[in-house]
């Protein structure tokens, strides 16, 4: 079993930064692409960033330029910097890790943005 623990999520003002983190353990051997996504009530939860295991990384178009993916592979963690924050950013942001072929997903961690 693979354990996602995610952290950093609050409240901020427009305009301003969170960086979320997310840290895997357990029976972890190969972890291929770590992602984030999001997710607002009623709506489906939606692809954010992504780090491959080719060390490339890929952004939706609605964060591109402002968010930021990185990885540290000797933590097995990986993290989201949130830069000029909009109020549409606000969502329950998930972390998910595919382990050889399995998904896991952690327990999400609330962002909020003010206007």
């Known amino acids: 079993q693979v354990q996602l623990v995610e952290s950093g999520g609050g409240l901020v003002q427009a305009g301003g930064s969170l960086r979320l983190s997310c840290a895997a353990s357990?029976?972890?051997?190969?972890?291929?692409?770590m992602d984030w996504y999001r997710q607002t009530p009623g709506k489906q939860r939606e692809w954010v960033a992504a780090?491959?295991?080719?060390?490339?990384?890929n952004y939706a178009d609605s964060v591109k330029g402002r968010f930021t993916i990185s990885r540290d592979n000797a933590k097995n963690t990986v993290y989201l910097q949130m830069n000029s924050l909009k109020p549409e950013d606000t969502a329950v942001y998930y972390c998910?890790?595919?382990?050889?072929?399995?998904?896991?997903w952690g327990q999400g961690t609330q962002v909020t943005v003010s206007s």
């Open positions: 998910k890790v595919r382990v050889v072929i399995t998904d896991y």
């Open positions: 780090f491959t295991s080719g060390g490339n990384t």
């Open positions: 357990g029976s972890i051997f190969t972890i291929n692409s």
